[in-house]
């Protein structure tokens, strides 16, 4: 306990707030700069900081970024992620997105919130374990990661190479108001397309419209919802949701009287624990008639109560004098990867409101960020323990 407390003290908030304004200021939306310049960043920082980073290429151009404290096995790895969503048009922003503008103990910018706001603090937490206590008797793995945004490209790299193994635990440093989320939805990436064939458009009894099908198909997919909602729900993560996204049928550019040989509608489907993936697809592949292409599967997760990992996350709320609430996670995070493939128990918690990632003019509240660092070093010291 007293040990916990020496790590939380040992978090310095001027080094943190200035490495979170240093991360805002660098662009790493994809496609775009990417996460290179964010990378080549910190591993400069955590070098001149007496750590030896090592980058993995998730994907070509697209770098995670390691670091260690301390050896061995039984450790905790220490999640992020390095890249962030597009501003979208800066005439929109009060304040410019790559700016850090600090005003009402708040800083602005793209990724403040989502999450460079919780990388920083993880980074301010690890540094404050090596200033406390030096090399700790379990590992401390910060994986600074690519893609989340994405497809993940990052965690799978991550996990498929190997740099999870010997690891007991992961805290994922997503804005989810300090809650310590133990839930999380799964999520289901989909293509469904239907055939038709081309004819003009005066005379469609010489084709097929595959369109109808299409918007038929969407149609019904509200009554499959409303069904699944009945049976399927979940005290801190909600409903399931089919949620159609897209809707392509052309036949070409300025082509608008030419019946299209095909529409495609993709689809974003959120589901809940006690809802089968693959019985699902089969029952929307039923439903459609069509082919359904599976893009991403990302099942839904769930780390137990008595977890030590859990323990630990709740001992270093109390133990700063904060509150202790549970929560889910509404979307997936690189922590469905780390638990569904690596078999790691998984708390997300973060600093930052749960609704501000991707807006315009995102923020985070400086001093939930330094508290965040100071809740992560405590947790470490309790988990390694």
């Not at 690890?126 to 206590?133: E, Q």
């Not at 990436?189 to 005379?203: C, D, E, T, V, Y």
Request: hydrophobic share 45%; aromatic share 6%; with cysteine.
């Amino acid at each position: 306990m007293e040990k916990a407390l020496l790590a939380a003290e040992a978090v310095d908030e001027k080094e943190v707030v200035e490495l979170l304004r240093a991360l805002v200021r660098i662009p790493s939306h994809y496609p775009g700069p990417g996460e290179e310049g964010v990378v080549a960043f910190l591993e400069e920082y955590l070098r001149e900081r007496g750590f030896r980073p090592f980058r993995q290429e998730a994907a070509l151009g697209r770098p995670n970024l390691v670091a260690d404290l301390g050896e061995g096995e039984g450790g905790l790895i220490l999640e992020g992620h390095t890249d962030v969503v597009t501003p979208g048009p800066e005439s929109l922003w009060r304040y410019p997105p790559y700016e850090g503008v600090v005003e009402g103990g708040r800083l602005y910018g793209r990724g403040a919130c989502d999450m460079k706001g919780g990388l920083a603090a993880l980074i301010g937490a690890l540094l404050a374990v090596k200033r406390a206590l030096g090399q700790p008797r379990h590992p401390l793995r910060l994986a600074a990661l690519a893609d989340e945004e994405g497809m993940m490209l990052g965690v799978k790299a991550f996990v498929r190479g190997g740099l999870a193994r010997g690891f007991r635990g992961a805290l994922v440093a997503e804005p989810e108001a300090m809650e310590v989320c133990l839930w999380q939805k799964g999520a289901l990436r989909l293509s469904l397309r239907f055939p038709g064939r081309m004819a003009h458009g005066a005379m469609p009894y010489a084709g097929e419209n595959p369109i109808p099908k299409a918007a038929r198909f969407i149609l019904e997919l509200e009554s499959l919802q409303r069904e699944l909602q009945e049976v399927h729900s979940h005290p801190f993560l909600g409903l399931p949701y089919l949620t159609p996204t897209r809707i392509l049928a052309t036949a070409g550019e300025g082509q608008l009287n030419v019946i299209p040989a095909e529409a495609e509608v993709a689809m974003d489907v959120r589901t809940v624990p006690g809802l089968d993936h693959e019985e699902l697809v089969a029952r929307i592949q039923a439903l459609a008639g069509t082919q359904v292409e599976v893009l991403e599967d990302r099942p839904p997760v769930e780390t137990p109560r008595e977890d030590p990992l859990v323990q630990a996350a709740e001992e270093a709320l109390r133990l700063l004098g904060l509150p202790v609430r549970h929560g889910g996670v509404p979307g997936a995070t690189d922590g469905t990867f780390l638990q569904a493939w690596a078999g790691l128990p998984v708390v997300v918690m973060g600093p930052g409101g749960k609704t501000l990632p991707h807006q315009v003019d995102e923020w985070v509240d400086l001093r939930e960020v330094v508290q965040a660092a100071r809740v992560y070093a405590a947790l470490a010291v309790l988990y390694l323990g």
